[in-house]
């Protein structure tokens, strides 16, 4: 069965550092990958999506993810945060079986300092 | 464009008491789907739709009970609401079919407290 792990409920930076927020999945296909961003009282939005066409993956607002077989890992970076980065980013695998189906992580909240 | 609309936003009701919750997709995507959302645990699937006329269960369906009343429409109900119901649901859409890795796209959720 397919899941993620996120490792780190909460993160914190400050403004113009790197971001990295870690994502490891299990799967015993080749999985599809999603990081999804959600700020407070709204829904979820697709930051960027990996499936197969390339394993460094750019998404938006400066966003990208790495695909690492040999890790199983979709870590997600940003070079420098800005305060609007702050938010809860959730790492997904898509199942097998049909429906496009979704399993998500437990999420990382970021948070931006100055 | 409206995407996904859930109603209501917020809810209140009392253990016991049944409601459904709405959600309608203007994007004429196939599959829909419900999820909640609690503290530490992420977006656990309740149930979904891969198209129209069909549903399935996900994690954690016990407690619900869903209709897919048209393409655009999947209502979410609970026939008997129980305070580990209290949670945030969302609702999500996607454009296609098995196998197609199309990205999900949600709704705002709807916050729902169970006394």
């Known amino acids: 069965a397919q899941s993620v792990t996120q490792l780190g409920s909460h993160v914190s930076v400050s403004e113009g550092a790197l971001v990295l927020l870690r994502c490891n999945y299990s799967s015993s296909v080749p999985p599809y990958l999603f990081w999804y961003v959600q700020y407070p009282n709204q829904g979820l939005q697709l930051l960027l999506k990996?499936?197969?066409?390339?394993?460094l993956v750019k998404g938006i607002n400066g966003f990208e993810a790495e695909f690492k077989k040999s890790e199983t890992s979709f870590h997600l970076t940003k070079p420098s945060a800005h305060m609007s980065d702050a938010a809860e980013y959730f790492c997904?695998?898509?199942?097998?079986?049909?429906?496009?189906?979704?399993?998500f992580g437990t999420g990382t909240q970021l948070k931006v300092e100055l | 464009n409206a995407g996904v609309t859930q109603t209501p936003k917020f809810q209140v009701l009392k253990t016991g008491q049944s409601m459904t919750l709405q959600c309608a997709q203007d994007?004429?995507?196939?599959?829909m789907y419900w999820y909640r959302q609690d503290p530490g645990m992420g977006l656990r699937l309740i149930y979904y739709s891969a198209s129209e006329g069909t549903t399935d269960k996900g994690e954690v369906p016990n407690g619900y009970n869903v209709s897919r009343l048209n393409k655009r429409e999947f209502s979410l109900r609970l026939e008997s609401a129980a305070p580990s119901q209290t949670s945030v649901y969302f609702c999500?859409?996607?454009?296609?079919?098995?196998?197609?890795?199309?990205?999900?796209?949600f709704g705002d959720g709807t916050r729902l407290s169970i006394l």
């Open positions: 994007m004429n995507h196939n599959s």
């Open positions: 997904a695998v898509m199942l097998t079986g049909g429906g496009n189906k979704l399993t």
């Open positions: 999500a859409s996607s454009e296609a079919l098995d196998r197609t890795h199309q990205p999900q796209h």
């Open positions: 990996y499936t197969s066409a390339a394993t």
